[in-house]
């Protein structure tokens, strides 16, 4: 609910010409922080984020929310959004391609057999009704074909960010997480990983577009630009991420 309630305030504070309110995917948060700390100094505009689940801000956007510029953890959101005409046409892109991850705060908890080992309590997975990643972890699980057996000890966040801090904090022993949340300058921060094959899901094409709201707004025009410039996906791929 407080996090509901953030995002509400953050839609009814005023806003002037030269901010944008971006809807961010929570895989995204950290390097977005960055990237519009660097946006602010570069051009001036002020970058406004909100963070969740890709599929909530999309029920927000239909809803009437007042964002500009939305970064999605899919690119099916983006695809409806421009189908039911909510977003400027041909604003569309690839801004990132995510990597899933199987973490653990603890350094030698994660083995290639843990999973089919079961010596673990509880299991952290974004829900995959709302959130790509978490879509993308019941695939590699029924990939592996050890969904039936994880299925009792799955504890679901409300998106990804929530299931991150599941692991980190230990109530799950064990989390699928944005390969981004646990990287650091390049490298894979403290605790274990196991980085999960691209063919054990379907591709994360994150897309990013421009929403109608955002048609005349100058510092949504502009982040959409800067997104694509050089120094931006230098960050980008320093978390992980693959760009087009």
């Given at each position: 609910?407080?996090?509901?309630?953030?995002?509400?305030?953050?839609?009814?504070?005023?806003?002037?010409?030269?901010?944008?309110?971006?809807?961010?995917?929570?895989?995204?948060?950290?390097?977005?922080?960055?990237?519009?700390?660097?946006f602010e100094k570069d051009t001036g505009h002020k970058a406004v984020l909100a963070f969740g689940a890709t599929g909530q801000f999309y029920a927000q956007i239909k809803n009437g929310a007042p964002f500009a510029v939305l970064l999605a953890a899919d690119d099916n959101i983006p695809k409806k959004l421009d189908k039911e005409g909510l977003t400027v046409t041909g604003s569309r892109f690839t801004y990132a391609i995510g990597s899933l991850a199987l973490w653990s705060a603890k350094p030698s908890l994660i083995t290639l057999r843990i999973l089919e080992k079961e010596n673990f309590k509880h299991l952290a997975i974004a829900n995959p009704k709302l959130a790509p990643y978490g879509m993308a972890a019941m695939q590699t699980l029924n990939k592996l074909g050890l969904l039936d057996?994880?299925?009792g000890k799955i504890v679901l966040g409300e998106n990804i960010g929530q299931t991150f801090q599941f692991a980190a904090s230990g109530n799950a022993e064990l989390g699928f997480v944005a390969l981004s949340q646990i990287?650091?300058?390049?490298?894979?921060?403290?605790?274990?990983?196991?980085?999960?094959?691209?063919?054990?899901?379907?591709?994360?094409?994150?897309?990013?577009?421009l929403l109608a709201?955002?048609?005349?707004?100058?510092?949504?025009?502009?982040?959409?630009?800067?997104?694509?410039?050089?120094?931006?996906?230098?960050?980008?791929?320093?978390?992980?991420?693959?760009?087009e």
């Open positions: 609910m407080k996090h509901i309630m953030f995002i509400i305030f953050l839609l009814c504070s005023g806003a002037s010409a030269d901010e944008v309110r971006v809807a961010v995917a929570s895989n995204f948060a950290i390097p977005m922080q960055k990237i519009a700390s660097d057996s994880c299925q990287m650091k300058d390049g490298k894979p921060i403290s605790g274990s990983i196991w980085i999960v094959p691209a063919t054990m899901h379907d591709p994360i094409r994150q897309d990013a577009v709201n955002g048609k005349t707004n100058a510092a949504a025009n502009a982040l959409m630009t800067y997104l694509k410039r050089t120094k931006t996906i230098a960050i980008i791929k320093s978390y992980g991420y693959e760009v």
